[in-house]
């Protein structure tokens, strides 16, 4: 059956009217306009009016696209190409890869498409099944090695019931476009299968068993790891107003953190930072391997000066990706920056629609969407026992830092973690800004929960007396209360707050989180006996600086211990001290 064809009769930005001339159209389907210099641009339909007319979202710019502009629907819904390939590479939202891009023009004219995996470039294949094995959607075929993995090649996840292979090939290298195998069911079809196969981007894909996220995922920055942790296969989301340092904090955890694969969707992120991420990010060595951090990370690439629709496009590409490389047995972190911007695409698409309009013009179906995003994280159980995640960190940014408003809102009541910036914190230099107090998390902590619950309460604690502070003055509060309000400081200053620009402060890992807890832990339950309000900050400051020239010691330096016994010496002379007088 031929596809369906159209014509347009409105253009509303990326929104566009088309006449439906002939043929069925589904709601889903990817659609070409063509153009009056013979450019196809691609689009999506997201609404089928009663009748003959169908809107249009756009992918790219609509600039002097005319009425009765021919339209041609695929029938194919917008899909991913999975296969080996994908890791280390810079796509935009339709998996266009922009350095390819940027070898025919420095800027991206509409209408260009560039093949988004290398056809050309030779694979080794080791064949796992033989002539005359059973095989369904995703079987495992084979495998390729991929930058530091074993990439499995499968049967395409949307066949359905069994099949026979009917040839495979022997070890060697192929193309992604060479046949591999071909299989045949019971009445003698046959199949052709390659390295690839495509998948529609918003069809989650099925978990062969689901489990529940129970195990922390090491970041390397303490406050998450201690107060406020991720789970392999858990959701976070991070809001904050602008200038609190989201994008820092993406960027530390995409570095350090303990997942296998990093997928970063920059869906409406400024130029400027998505430009930084490009350049710097194929320079960094990954800590973990000595290799390039490219060679674990794929990044999808929508700028805000880009068609809104893209937006969209790009976090249920990212999407799709992390969720094939948990089929292959590895960790996933999708980082996706930021969701704000996304749903206000939906927000200038749902308003061109003209329908009903939510809070703040959202659309009333905003939530639904943003739940349907974070729920397909999770961990999954493959066919082999094998136990691999994919997690998703978001952040929004809510206009001048409210907390209320719908996104936010909806993306709270979708996530475990909860990691808010704070402004107060940001400008006193105190990073990452997130609330000590007002954050949270349902995950497990690298350390146990009555040792987190010890270091909440002294920070409430240290918050209250902050305030009185700022009331009564020094004066008038008692020095018991002034030395909980100095021990909650220096926790906050030397445990909670991390240089994420030094080499050794930048990250932290789980033993030696645990060694700095512990010394943290002995300083708060040591009793200090000091006459003077002067006494006591001078010695906390001394602490305090003797605790960050430690922090920023190597655990091999010669001086690392001598400076862990210096602090222990400080903290001995005070608790001595009432004796000695």
């Known amino acids: 059956m031929e596809n369906a064809k159209g014509k347009v009769v409105s253009v509303n930005e990326s929104l566009v009217g088309v006449e439906n001339t002939e043929g069925a159209v589904m709601n889903g389907e ?116 991929e930058k530091l993995f074993t990439h499995n090649i499968f049967v395409p996840f949307s066949i359905k019931g069994n099949y026979t292979i009917d040839f495979i090939v022997e070890e060697g290298d192929y193309t992604i476009a060479d046949n591999i195998a071909i299989i045949k069911d019971d009445s003698g079809n046959t199949i052709d299968l390659t390295m690839t196969f495509d998948w529609p981007v918003k069809q989650p894909m099925p978990f062969h068993e689901r489990s529940v996220p129970t195990e922390t995922l090491p970041t390397g920055m303490r406050i998450l790891d201690a107060l406020f942790p991720i789970a392999y296969g858990g959701t976070a989301c991070s809001p904050g107003p602008f200038g609190a340092g989201k994008t820092v904090l993406q960027h530390s955890i995409a570095k350090h953190s ?80 930021s969701t704000s911007r996304w749903a206000q695409a939906l927000r200038e698409t749902s308003g061109r629609k003209e329908e009903i309009p939510g809070p703040e013009a959202f659309p009333m179906y905003i939530s639904t969407l943003i739940s349907a995003f974070y729920d397909r994280a999770g961990v999954e159980v493959l066919p082999d026992g094998t136990k691999s995640s994919l997690s998703i960190i978001g952040t929004v940014s809510p206009a001048g830092g409210n907390f209320d408003e719908p996104v936010t809102q909806a993306t709270l009541l979708s996530t475990g973690a909860f990691l808010g910036l704070s402004r107060e914190l940001s400008d006193a230099r105190k990073y990452p800004a997130i609330d000590r107090i007002d954050s949270s998390s349902k995950y497990p902590s690298l350390i146990s929960e009555d040792e987190v619950q010890f270091l909440k309460e002294l920070l409430r604690e240290g918050k209250t007396i902050a305030s009185n502070l700022l009331l009564m003055g020094e004066r008038g509060i008692t020095n018991e209360a002034y030395i909980s309000y100095q021990k909650a400081e220096l926790l906050d200053a030397v445990f909670l707050q991390q240089n994420s620009f030094h080499p050794v402060d930048g990250v932290t890992n789980p033993e030696r989180l645990r060694m700095m807890f512990d010394m943290i832990k002995h300083i708060i339950d040591t009793p200090v006996y000091i006459e003077t309000k002067d006494d006591i900050r001078s010695h906390f400051n001394f602490l305090r600086q003797a605790f960050i020239d430690w922090n920023n010691l190597k655990l091999d330096d010669s001086n690392f211990e001598g400076q862990k016994s210096k602090i222990v010496n400080l903290v001995k002379q005070k608790a001595h001290a009432k004796e000695n007088v």
Do not use: H
């Open 258 to 337: 303990r997942a296998d694969v990093v997928i970063i969707a920059a869906c409406g992120e400024r130029a400027g930072e998505a430009v930084e991420v490009f350049k710097d990010f194929p320079e960094l060595i990954d800590p973990r391997t000595g290799k390039s951090l490219m060679d674990r990370t794929y990044i999808v690439g929508n700028t805000s000066s880009m068609p809104v629709a893209a937006r969209e496009a790009s976090v249920y590409m990212a999407t799709a990706v992390g969720e094939y490389y948990r089929k292959q047995g590895l960790d996933v972190l999708i980082l996706a920056d």
């Open 30 to 145: 990817v659609a070409y306009i063509i153009i009056e210099d013979g450019k196809r641009l691609k689009s999506e339909v997201i609404d089928v009016k009663p009748g003959k007319l169908v809107y249009l979202q756009v992918f790219e710019d609509t600039s002097w696209m005319r009425v009765g502009d021919p339209v041609e629907f695929t029938g194919l819904p917008l899909s991913v190409k999975l296969g080996p390939g994908i890791l280390g590479t810079v796509t935009d939202g339709l998996q266009n890869p922009l350095y390819e891009l940027a070898k025919k023009e420095w800027f991206l004219e509409r209408g260009m498409v560039v093949a988004p995996l290398d056809t050309e470039a030779k694979w080794r294949f080791t064949p796992k099944v033989k002539k005359g094995d059973t095989v369904s959607g995703s079987s495992i075929l084979g495998a390729v090695p």
